[in-house]
């Protein structure tokens, strides 16, 4: 028989919740980060391992998690960033064609700690009328897990690119095999999800280069487009971003999503605001104002452009309708845009998938139709 372990939640305001540890055991026996909470109802495994979720413990508001299992082919980064996961029930046993092994084992092998058992339902209503707010959750005491909590930074103004980021500069070719000659894409990595090279990929080579590299690095390789990727954290901190992509504006055709696209925005003297609770899930209503299409969108972020810093220099073009939060922007006079959700999903809808074809078409309208 397995023994469970207790475990408890606190969060800095002190509300607390019972639970089972589950996954990792940490030396320390307790993990910290800021709590949120994620609507998925499946893709559990691409959403832990999002490193747009780097400094956060993911709340899963769906009550049964695990019954798939997980497998080798969807993982989104080389390794899950989160500080933890927390779920109302995890499943006792998978069962998928697809599964290679349970999600409790996957989480000890990635040293992800976790908590089960907990009202997850009240836990997301707290979160949703107090905004989300650091926590640790464990084994030891209460007051101990109360102290840790208040002393958690939480991502405000918390530089989080530099723990996800690539090293150094790699390539990933092209999936096509014609003669055509290959366009040259430059993905800048603040927390690149693979998913995402997945469909860069089909448009042409990608660079994939360090969220610290230069705009003459950038410029080097000749690019017929440059990629800004999503990423965790406040925008506001990762130092030279916006000041690299003011210098691309104009030379290259760009593309942003999500962290990318708030990168874009401070580039063009946006602001940024953080979010009570943030947008976590895949089920979000977002308007294409060009076309008047509504997309169900995933998304994943904390911080948002605020519309009317930006109107001067772009057009809005695609906004939230749960909130109308600002979700894209297309640059007046320069071949840039971008949206703040998630085109390529993973998990989630793939209604807006068709942006890769309109940066594929920006990239060729720039290139003059060649790809030379």
């Not at 307790?30 to 998925?40: L, S, Y």
């Not at 080097?220 to 030279?240: M, T």
């Amino acid at each position: 028989m397995v023994r469970i372990k207790e475990s408890a939640l606190v969060l800095a305001d002190g509300t607390i919740f019972e639970g089972e540890t589950i996954g990792y055991s940490p030396p320390q026996q307790f993990a910290t980060g800021e709590v949120v909470f994620n609507t998925v109802l499946s893709g559990y495994q691409e959403v832990i391992t999002d490193p747009s979720y780097a400094g956060q413990i993911i709340t899963f508001t769906y009550p049964h998690i695990g019954n798939y299992g997980v497998n080798g082919e969807d993982n989104e980064s080389r390794k899950p960033f989160c500080r933890g996961v927390i779920v109302r029930d995890l499943a006792r046993r998978h069962s998928n064609w697809r599964a290679s092994g349970d999600l409790d084992s996957f989480l000890k092998k990635m040293e992800i700690s976790g908590i089960a058992g907990l009202d997850t339902r009240r836990l997301t209503r707290h979160i949703r009328e107090s905004g989300a707010m650091p926590g640790a959750f464990g084994t030891i005491s209460e007051s101990e897990l109360k102290k840790i909590a208040e002393m958690e930074s939480g991502t405000s103004g918390v530089n989080l690119v530099g723990e996800v980021t690539c090293t150094e500069s790699y390539l990933v070719e092209a999936k096509a095999s014609d003669s055509e000659p290959k366009k040259r894409i430059v993905a800048i990595d603040f927390g690149i999800k693979n998913t995402i090279v997945d469909y860069l990929t089909e448009l042409g080579d990608v660079y994939i280069m360090p969220a610290s590299s230069s705009p003459e690095e950038i410029l080097a390789i000749s690019p017929h487009g440059v990629f800004l990727s999503n990423g965790p954290g406040d925008p506001e901190a990762v130092e030279g971003a916006p000041e690299t992509i003011s210098q691309l504006i104009g030379k290259v055709p760009i593309f942003g999503i999500c962290l990318g696209h708030q990168l874009l925005s401070l580039a063009i003297g946006g602001t940024i605001k953080k979010m009570p609770f943030g947008h976590h899930g895949g089920n979000h209503p977002v308007k294409n104002l060009q076309t008047g299409i509504i997309e169900i969108t995933s998304q994943n972020h904390n911080f948002a452009v605020e519309a009317a810093s930006v109107k001067g220099k772009a057009e809005i073009t695609h906004i939230n309708l749960n909130d109308g939060c600002c979700e894209g922007i297309r640059l007046r006079t320069a071949p840039a845009f971008s949206v703040q959700h998630h085109p390529e999903a993973g998990p989630g809808p793939h209604d807006s998938a068709y942006l890769f074809k309109e940066f594929e078409s920006l990239m060729e309208d720039r290139d003059g139709g060649t790809n030379a």
